[in-house]
């Protein structure tokens, strides 16, 4: 009988880039289990992401807009899947693993707070007597602790490059790491590609979701040069488009044109550096993955316009900071009766304490619950 993982190990081992994390070779899980018969390792990470609980509460949760506020503005979920989708493509294009790639596209957000990152900062806020609050630290703390699926071990017991891939900001701290493996200077491949994908995707969908909104015109994205590039590349390909097409053309330029860019860059610098194992990565010289010095002002000077007029609109600001008023005092509606929450979070008080399990069950909220129980509760009434 062939064992299909096997098999697909030996492809990885053939195709792969010498520098990329290979299934066979992953450093494993903090709770030891046998192989799946068929799945490598990081796609049954991915699977798991997939069919967990706070994955599929990103589909209520703030990504500009506050959830329910229109049926097309981008969710957390639509963001997630779109940036898994780039992901994806540079994985493949740089010969490094697509199937981890994806999975800590997939998880980044996990932890995220309700009301996008309004949220978070009320909450960092709120902790920061008790350790603080940060959604890449809370992403890995649900697949390590808060999902509750296995009866062996907490968690989803992910690979060690998954739940590394989680820790972006703390990699570049002098001798950070996790299980006893050093996750920096610079993360491994798959991990800085997951990171950029994160970058392309939002500067690109928030646009869009802008546009719809109205708060953003065509005219104010005329006068940006990243814009015009995109919008030139659209009209050197369509000789005429209706409005609708035009922008959804456009917005798909924005995607590759940063992804192209990202490419260039990338295959330079591995081109330089040379690095043959994915330890020469993570000690390079400088990041491999990356926009290109030109992209890079181009993009500066288009994220601070969408600070400017899509971010910090009063619009989007009003709605968020009543959102986010409700859940401050829904979070302390539970610290004074902690009872009122769910019994596996009640569970967790003693060993956790009361506040980082107050923090974790507002966390794992969805907009649409937090409003419900803020309703239910009486506060903000």
């Not at 599929?56 to 997630?80: C, I, M, P, S, W």
């Not at 998880?107 to 309700?114: I, L």
């Not at 997951?194 to 994205?221: N, P, S, W």
């Amino acid at each position: 009988m062939t064992h299909a993982r096997q098999e697909w190990e030996k492809l990885e081992a053939r195709d792969l880039a010498p520098y990329a994390a290979h299934s066979a070779s992953s450093l494993g899980r903090r709770y030891p289990e046998d192989d799946h018969p068929v799945r490598p390792c990081f796609q049954r990470d991915r699977d798991r992401v997939l069919h967990s609980r706070c994955f599929r509460r990103l589909e209520y949760k703030t990504q500009v807009f506050v959830n329910g506020t229109a049926d097309h503005y981008r969710t957390r979920l639509t963001h997630t899947i779109e940036m898994a989708a780039v992901g994806r493509t540079l994985a493949r294009a740089f010969r490094v693993n697509e199937d981890l790639t994806e999975t800590i596209c997939l998880a980044h957000d996990v932890g995220h707070s309700p009301f996008g990152h309004r949220g978070e900062y009320v909450l960092d806020g709120l902790m920061k007597e008790h350790g603080g609050f940060d959604h890449n630290l809370q992403s890995l703390r649900a697949v390590e602790k808060l999902e509750y699926q296995y009866p062996g071990f907490p968690g989803l017991n992910l690979t060690w490059e998954v739940r590394a891939g989680l820790l972006k900001h703390q990699a570049a701290n002098s001798g950070a790491e996790l299980d006893g493996h050093l996750i920096g200077p610079f993360q491994y491949l798959e991990a800085q590609i997951a990171d950029i994908a994160d970058d392309i995707t939002y500067h690109a969908h928030d646009v869009d979701d802008g546009l719809e909104a109205g708060l953003i015109t065509l005219d104010q994205l005329e006068k940006l040069a990243f814009w015009r590039m995109a919008s030139g590349r659209t009209r050197e390909q369509y000789a005429a488009l209706d409005d609708g097409h035009f922008l959804r053309i456009t917005i798909r330029n924005l995607l590759d044109l940063q992804a192209q860019d990202v490419l260039r860059e990338g295959h330079c610098r591995l081109e330089k550096h040379r690095p043959k194992t994915i330890a020469a990565v993570m000690t390079a010289p400088e990041r491999l993955i990356t926009f290109g010095d030109e992209m890079s002002g181009l993009l500066d000077e288009f994220s601070k316009f969408m600070y400017r007029q899509l971010y910090e609109h009063p619009t989007v600001l009003d709605a968020n900071h009543e959102a986010v008023a409700l859940m401050r005092g829904l979070f302390l509606h539970y610290v004074k009766h902690p009872e009122t929450m769910g019994r596996k979070a009640l569970a967790r008080i003693p060993e956790e304490g009361l506040m980082r399990t107050v923090c974790d069950y507002v966390a794992g909220c969805t907009d649409r619950y937090a409003l419900e129980e803020c309703q239910k509760y009486g506060i903000g009434a």
